[in-house]
Structures are given as structure tokens and as C-alpha cells.
């Protein structure tokens, strides 16, 4: 059974929300900064009876079902002229915050439209002028959920304060999983990429274990996750092979080039074999990458599947036939479903709201504060179907323990292979079918068909 609002439920519902800034300086320095996108820096709840800013705390907390905080670099308390711009990182921080806000907001819109009430409040991350931070832990007490801040300086000096609240911290910035080790209270939302690396191996090892496996490695700053991924790769096929010792190494190739260089690759791609090359290294090897890409297409006549990093996607210079002939796969994590009907909804929502379509960063705030809702449902409610609420339109959420009694990451993946023309959900993708050696006329030279 779907949950509904009602007034048998712990919560008193009501059709409206709350948004708050924490003091009248900041309150109007937002105000000039935010106007584009902002209907007022204040909006009030507004009660069939009563206004809740008449109220007092305990009452407050009581009729409201979700207190969140979000705490972003707006540089509120930035003096900024003709004499003295803003830095290009702060302009792009602010803008980065700015699209965080709408995410919140937009999350709490829809929640708003399902009859809770919802109460935000957003901070500035950033000092004033003279260094002083602008919040305390009085500002967060009694709150849900804090998101936030996005500025590791900011991050490493508010993670106690943020603790001793109580609050469910989420992070919306990558992080070293140190930083979760000192919580459980604590998620970082952005997808670790080892668990991506994983995926990978696992995939490569049940559909081509009998084929010739090559992995390039950088041996650069994706060290870590090539170590992983060989690791991974080498425990998997031992486990479909009957090999007893150290000889499964044998069972795949290992280049070792560079960020710049793909090493001896080409000599290792076997024309009378399936090659599978692969690497996990990403954007800072861009042009190991792009090597890659030309020693895979001047090998025309021999069959070569890829597989690779993220952010492969994201590079501009990667060529559709690359991807459409090397049948290229990769594991993703914010992907929307455009042909759901609830996903278009919600985009509506969003495009009523702020006249555009939201960026990535308005995405994973919009998610990420709707997954912490639902697991506050599920902790107060219980095992109910909960399917009925706003759902995340691009990121799932698959948590981790990253130690005993730590905090989490989130470990979801999903594989996509480029198919057709488009990138394609990997398990809708029709298998490869068996290998065929290649026929030689008797000069030793390849007959085409």
C-alpha cells in the first residue's frame, strides 16, 4: 500500500513549505544575488490557521515532516566591483551553489505537491570578511538532513559540528573515503568509481573469458583503480577457470603505457582472436584515450571491443564509429529514463520553476534530497510500500559501509554499451555472437565478405 498524507500518520500534513535564510544580511545579499531564480529569499508556509513563524521551535519541529539544511558557498558577504571582481572560482563556485539550491528546492516542490511540509533553510559555507564562519551548530540543530558544504576547507572544519546535531549528513562533492570513517551518520551521494571498476570485471570475465583480454594501464594516477580492476578481473576468472596457482595471470595481457601512450597495444592485439582491450583510466589520461581510439581503427579488418572509464563519454573527440565499431561499454550512474512518464513530470516541475532544464549539479541535489526523505519514511514508518513518492530522476542509490561504524558511499552502477548509434542499457544490448577465425586466401591475406 502506497503512502498518502493523512492524519492518522505521526506527521500533520500541510500544502506548503518553508524557506529560511539565517540572518537579514545574509537574507538580503541573497537576495541581489539570487534574484534570477529566487521568487523571494523568504517564502513563508502559509496554515489554514496559523503561520509557523508564530510559532515557537518545539511546535514548529512538531507540524513539520522534513527539516533540511543546505549549506553551499553563495560568497554572501563578498564586497565585489569594478575595483575588486570575483575570482572566475567564485563566480563558478556561486553558480554551482546556486544550482545545488535549485535541485533542494525543486525536490521540496514535488514533496510539497504530495501534501508535507518541508522546511529549508540554506547557509553560506564561506566566512565573512574579517574570516568568521556565519552558522553554528544552533542553526542546524534539530534538522533531518544537512547537505553540504561543497568546499573541502569548509567540509573538514564543519564535520563535528555537523555530527554533534544529530543530522544525517550528505555529501554532494567527491570525497576520499577517509572523511566517512569518522561517522556512520555520514553519505557521500557521487557514485565511487571502484565499484564501477568492478562491474567492469565482472562483466569482461562472464562474456569473455575465452577471449583475448587487454588491459591498458596508465600507472598514473588511476593506479589505485587499475590494481582494483586487475585484482578483481584476476579473482573472477579464476573462479570460472580450474587453475590451482598464480598462473590466471596469464589468462589476460597487461600494457603498461601512460597517460600519453597506450605502450605496445598494437602488438598485442591478435588478429586471429576476439581482442577485448580495456582500461579504467579517465579524464586525465585524455591522451592515452584518444591513442587508443586510433589503434583500434587502424586495426580495421580485426574485431576489438572496448571497454572503459566514465568519463570516456565526455570527451569530445571520441569518434561515433569508435564507439559504434568497438561496441564500447562503460558503467554510468545518472542516466534519465526520458521515455518514463513520472521522469517528464518531474522535469516539468522543475521547467515551470526556474523557465530552463535542470543542470547535473540541480540533479543529484534534487536526488539526493528525496533519498534522504525516504530513508527517514522508512526508519519512523517501518516496511511500507513507499513507491507512491517522488522518486530520483537520475542517480540510484546502493549504500556501503566504507568500516566498521563508519559512513557510506554510494556503490551503484549500471553498464552501458554504445549500440546502434546510441548508449544503450548493456543487458538490452544482443550478445556477441561466437567467435569466427578469420579466413586467409593463400597469400596469407584476409578474404573479405
Not at 122 to 151: A, K, R
Not at 164 to 183: C, Y
Amino acid at each position: 500500500m502506497g503512502v498518502k498524507p493523512n492524519t492518522s500518520m505521526s506527521f500533520i500534513k500541510r500544502y506548503s513549505y518553508s524557506i529560511a535564510f539565517t540572518s537579514s544580511a545574509f537574507a538580503l545579499n541573497a537576495i541581489a544575488l539570487l534574484s534570477l531564480w529566487l521568487v523571494s529569499a523568504h517564502t513563508q508556509a502559509q496554515f489554514p490557521t496559523q503561520d509557523l513563524n508564530s510559532l515557537d521551535s518545539t511546535s514548529q519541529t512538531s507540524l513539520v515532516d522534513f527539516q533540511a539544511v543546505a549549506i553551499l558557498p553563495f560568497f554572501s558577504n563578498s564586497v565585489n566591483d569594478e575595483l575588486h571582481p570575483a575570482s572566475k572560482r567564485e563566480e563558478r563556485m556561486r553558480e554551482i551553489a546556486m544550482e545545488n539550491m535549485m535541485g533542494v528546492r525543486w525536490g521540496a516542490e514535488r514533496l510539497r505537491k504530495e501534501g508535507y511540509l518541508i522546511d529549508l533553510t540554506f547557509l553560506d559555507e564561506v566566512p565573512d570578511t574579517i574570516g568568521n564562519v556565519t552558522w553554528d551548530v544552533s542553526d542546524i540543530n534539530g534538522s533531518d538532513v544537512v547537505l553540504g558544504p561543497l568546499q573541502m576547507s569548509s567540509l573538514t572544519k564543519s564535520l563535528r559540528i555537523i555530527e554533534r546535531s544529530g543530522a544525517d549528513h550528505v555529501l554532494l562533492t567527491p570525497v576520499n573515503e577517509s572523511i566517512l570513517k569518522g561517522s556512520d551518520a555520514i553519505r557521500s551521494i557521487i557514485p565511487s568509481e571502484k565499484f564501477a571498476v568492478d562491474i567492469l570485471a565482472v562483466d569482461i570475465a562472464k562474456n569473455h573469458s575465452n577471449d583475448h583480454i587487454i588491459f591498458v594501464m596508465t600507472d598514473g594516477v588511476d593506479l589505485d583503480l587499475e590494481t582494483r580492476f586487475m585484482d578483481k578481473l584476476s579473482s573472477q576468472l579464476f573462479s570460472l577457470s580450474n587453475l590451482k596457482d598464480s598462473t590466471i595471470t596469464l589468462m589476460f595481457d597487461t600494457v603498461h603505457g601512460s597517460k600519453h601512450s597506450v605502450g605496445s597495444l598494437s602488438e598485442k592485439i591478435n588478429f586471429y582472436e576476439r581482442n577485448v582491450v580495456v582500461t579504467v583510466a579517465g579524464r586525465s589520461a585524455r591522451s592515452m584515450l584518444s591513442n587508443l581510439q586510433m589503434a583500434v581503427q587502424i586495426n580495421d579488418s580485426t574485431e576489438i571491443y572496448v571497454y572503459s572509464h566514465p568519463e570516456l563519454q565526455d570527451l569530445g573527440f571520441i569518434d561515433v564509429k569508435f564507439l559504434e565499431r568497438s561496441r564500447t561499454t562503460i558503467p554510468v550512474s545518472e542516466v534519465i529514463v526520458w521515455n518514463d512518464s513520472s521522469s517528464i513530470a518531474a522535469i516539468k516541475v522543475f521547467r515551470k520553476m526556474y523557465k530552463s532544464d535542470p543542470s547535473k549539479y540541480s540533479l543529484r541535489a534534487h536526488d539526493a534530497f528525496l533519498d534522504a526523505f525516504l530513508r527517514k519514511m522508512q526508519k519512523e514508518l517501518g516496511d511500507l510500500d513507499f513507491s507512491i513518492l517522488p522518486a530520483q530522476l537520475s542517480t540510484k542509490y546502493d549504500w556501503q559501509s566504507v568500516d566498521t561504524f563508519s559512513g557510506y558511499v554510494n556503490k551503484a552502477w549500471d553498464l552501458s554499451t554504445f549500440h546502434h548509434g546510441q548508449w544503450c542499457d548493456t543487458d538490452t544490448v544482443p550478445i556477441l555472437p561466437e567467435f569466427v577465425l578469420p579466413e586467409l586466401d593463400d597469400e596469407g591475406f584476409f578474404i573479405r565478405r
